[in-house]
């Protein structure tokens, strides 16, 4: 016996993510998530960098998306198979050479930039 | 209890319908092959054996070879009994009956789970028994960050106490723990998953109990 017995859990939630595109670190997406205000449910979008995935391919998948507004950097982490994403949208793919771009937080303005990922 | 033998799958995490997400454990559980059951005339109390687990012939010692065939079942690995099975159950818990999880156990039940924890080996008082340890390691402090201080008073008593928490072998022990919800049972895979953790290692023996 081993943790492939897992899977048996994974299987439900394996729709939640194969409607949403694919992504990758280094990609600007905009998330439309969910949010409940007493009996009120709005969406607020989230528009920013995916600095890092972690956990993929597993029910703790999550995904960071920073965002750098006015002076202040926000990086916001997302569980990929909470029901209270509505959508992701990809704007831009980039092109990175790493899988977590931590340098970006030592960055700011042009030095933060990432080239764009052309389409073969 | 009512309750089951089973293994340790791992450990995963779902969503409620609040978007939160949950910590969870999942089990293979059963089946479980009733072995003995035991009554108040011939045992002087009540219980239901159950066994769990195939193992081969020649690796059964010989005196359980006979229990299990006196149960006309194979040769199981692990044997547990359990003490006051409640009475709803009894037209299960027939000697050689296999008792299934969906027979025991439903979603939203709160459950125990007994396991033996990880070993953590000789470990010392700030993680044997949450000792807070030397706050600053100034003040002419230098290498006893991690101690324990005192054990005792001097020449009254002059004697250490016994089970004065000290260093020691930590972890391995019988752990159980109480009052976890089970969330869903997969009756066809013998499989439930349960909020929380669970003591032990992946693929160690839990016991569940209702």
Known sequence: MSTELLNVVAEEYKDIKAKYPSFSPGDTVNVHYKIKEGNKERVQQFQGTVMQIRNQNSNGETFTVRKVSGDIAVERIFPILTPNIEKIEVLRKGKVRRAKLYYLRGRKGKAARIKEKLRK | ?210
């Open chain 2, 1 to 210: 209890m009512p309750g089951l033998i089973g293994r340790k799958v791992g450990m995963t995490n779902v969503f409620d319908e609040n978007g939160k997400s949950i910590a969870c454990t999942l089990v293979e559980a059963g089946p479980c092959v009733v072995t003995q059951v035991k009554n108040e005339e011939t045992d002087g109390y009540k219980a239901v054996q159950l066994a769990y687990g195939e193992r081969k012939e020649k690796n059964t010692p010989k005196a359980l070879q006979g229990h299990f065939a006196k149960a006309k079942t194979t040769p199981k690995l692990k044997v547990v009994e359990f003490r006051d099975f409640r009475s709803e159950f009894d037209d299960k818990v027939k000697l050689g009956n296999e008792i299934k999880i969906e027979d025991i156990f439903n979603e939203q039940d709160y459950v125990d789970a007994i396991g033996t924890s990880k070993g953590k080996g000789f470990q010392g008082v700030v993680k044997r028994h949450g000792f807070g340890g030397v706050g600053q390691a100034t003040h002419g402090q230098h290498n006893r960050m991690r101690a324990p201080g005192s054990i005792g008073a001097a020449s009254f008593p002059s004697r250490v106490f016994k089970g004065m928490k000290m260093a020691g072998r930590t972890g391995g022990d019988r752990v159980k723990t109480l009052n976890l919800r089970v969330l869903k049972v997969y009756p066809e895979k013998n499989l439930v998953l349960i909020s929380g953790a669970i003591p032990g290692a992946k693929n160690s023996f839990v016991i569940l109990e209702k």
